[in-house]
């Protein structure tokens, strides 16, 4: 019987066969060898931590001392009800903080982070110092994505503690933590996780007096003296919120703000826009009706839905009556005039705007590409009624200056700006012309024709005398109409309107309340 050598092919298909077999034995021996060393350093760390009496630092490779996150001065409020765990994390978070724990686990349990913001992002991350207030269901979520995230140094600011109704939305509180303060229920679980990351605890209210010392430097360490990378803004109380963001613009401190998650039940309407054009948010509002009281007109990101109220939704107000039977609201709380009563809040949506929060903050502080769509193309639209303004004022000149001078509205600036234009569309009518209630292609326009000529001129230098007390919100079509036959016309509001509306409009426009600041 004869017998045939392998043709060339065959020998080809087996030679590759066995290349690719042992480097599948050899990729398998390599990772195998890889996790069982982390396994081995998990297990000499763990068998390293000292008990609650010893004092006998264990050698591993430590950190470079650059990047050693500073010991806060105030992590040792004590618990009340530490047990034995707590006493092995509090040893383990003692060495951590010396530098004495093993960077390549560190490293290893950041890995995925690593990869998506790459070696140098991550090392942004772990020297920087965010500070937290308020730590309830928004932000005890955004402080944990930030440790875990590999945040160096956070200073968690709050006076309240955990309640019983806090444990709908609240990160890491369980039954064991009530009636523990929340920012030392949070450092009770977070260096569990995240022993290397240094925390300042600040168990007191904020407001405008302790603003300097809870917002200043970080103490301690190598970094003593150091500014806030950034600054979250997760306080419910509308008075501390906006003392906490003018602090913070006025001493160019980055800060995100968090708007209200209460009767929000849509995670996809979430958003981060600019505080002069967030919309569909009570809190919001009010906030930045009082920074406008303050000279805020833009400038601060915020986290805030765009979810509409409607039938069978859940609604702030009215409080059902047996609120009201449980009390006077500074009996119930822990500070007076604080909100305690039982809101309504669907536990998951303090956790995505806390979880968008940290998000923000990682991006920018890594320095990865956060390019934000504004919604509903807001940004767009602000633009396009400072043109219809500007356009608008120009026509006016125009006319006031005849044949004469036709050149009299060249360069002539308009002294509305977008943050005022957000304002007035958006908290002083609400994002729909005064006229017909239509939502769809906003302007603001002159309401009355006025009195005289509206042209300012200092040398070379034209402005138009306007202010917001002048202008009305009117779809395109009425305000075009609007502008040529009343404005630049002979026709009057009352003659186009009638008595009722123009009634309405000027009430609106003569309440001062609306525009203190403005003028």
């Known amino acids: ?52 009496t010893s004092d ?23 618990l009340p009800n530490a047990d034995a765990e707590d006493v092995r994390n509090a040893a383990l978070a003692r060495r951590a903080q010396a530098g004495d724990f093993d960077e390549e686990l560190i490293l290893e349990q950041l890995a995925r982070n690593r990869a998506f913001l790459t070696p140098t992002g991550l090392d942004r991350l772990r020297g920087a110092f965010v500070i937290v207030v308020g730590c309830g269901g928004v932000g005890s979520h955004c402080a944990a994505a930030l440790a875990r995230s590999g945040v160096g140094r956070l200073r968690l600011v709050d006076f309240d503690q955990v309640t019983l109704s806090s444990l709908n939305r609240h990160s890491v ?3 064991a933590d009530v009636g523990l303060p929340k920012v030392q229920c949070l450092h009770r679980r977070l260096v569990a996780v995240t022993p290397w990351v240094a925390f300042d605890l600040r168990l007191e209210k904020f407001d405008a007096d302790s603003a300097p010392r809870l917002l200043g430097p970080w103490e301690g360490g190598d970094l003593q003296k150091s500014r806030p990378d950034f600054v979250v803004d997760a306080i419910d109380n509308i008075d501390t919120k906006v003392q906490l963001l003018k602090f913070c613009h006025d001493h160019k401190l980055p800060v995100i703000s968090s708007m209200g998650a209460g009767c929000k039940s849509d995670p996809t309407k979430i958003v981060v826009g600019d505080i002069g054009t967030s ?76 979880y968008t929060l940290a998000n923000h903050i990682i991006l920018q502080i890594s320095g990865y590409p956060s390019d934000y769509v504004p919604f509903k193309g807001r940004d767009k639209m602000y633009d396009s009624i400072q043109a219809f303004i500007q356009g608008a004022e120009e026509k006016i000149v125009r006319a006031q200056g ?118």
């Open 279 to 354: 919309t569909d948010d009570g809190l919001s509002r009010a906030t930045r009706r009082r920074l406008k009281l303050l000279g805020v007109t833009s400038g601060i990101p915020v986290v805030y839905s765009v979810e509409k109220a409607g039938p069978g939704k859940a609604e702030l107000l009215p409080l059902p009556e047996e609120e009201f039977e449980k009390g006077q609201v500074g009996d119930l709380g822990v500070l007076p005039d604080f909100r305690v009563r039982i809101l309504p809040v669907l536990g998951t949506m303090p956790a995505v705007f806390g």
């Open 56 to 78: 006998q630092p264990a050698a591993r490779k430590r950190r470079p001392s650059s990047l050693i996150p500073a010991p806060a001065s105030t992590v040792g409020l004590g």
């Open 1 to 52: 019987m004869a017998v045939f050598p392998p043709s060339p092919s065959n020998q080809a298909l087996q030679l590759a066969t066995a290349v690719v077999v042992s480097l599948a034995v050899g990729a398998a021996a390599v990772l195998g060898y890889q996790t069982l060393q982390e396994g081995t350093r998990v297990s000499n760390l763990k068998r390293s931590i000292p008990d609650s």
């Open 173 to 175: 509180a369980t039954l």
């Open 402 to 519: 005849g044949a004469t001078n036709p050149d009299l509205a060249i360069g002539l600036k308009v002294p509305i700006n977008p943050g005022d234009i957000a304002f007035s569309v958006e908290e002083l009518f609400r994002g729909r012309s005064a006229i017909t209630g239509l939502p769809t292609k906003l302007v603001l326009v002159r309401w009355r024709k006025p009195e005289g000529s509206t042209l300012i001129q200092i040398g070379d230098q034209k402005s138009a005398a306007l202010s917001l007390r002048d202008l009305v919100c009117m779809t395109k079509e009425e305000a075009t109409r609007h502008l040529k036959e009343v404005i630049l016309g002979n026709k009057s509001p009352e003659d186009l309107y009638g008595p009722v509306v123009v009634e309405k409009i000027d009430s609106k426009l003569r309440d001062p309340r609306s525009f203190e600041g403005y003028c």
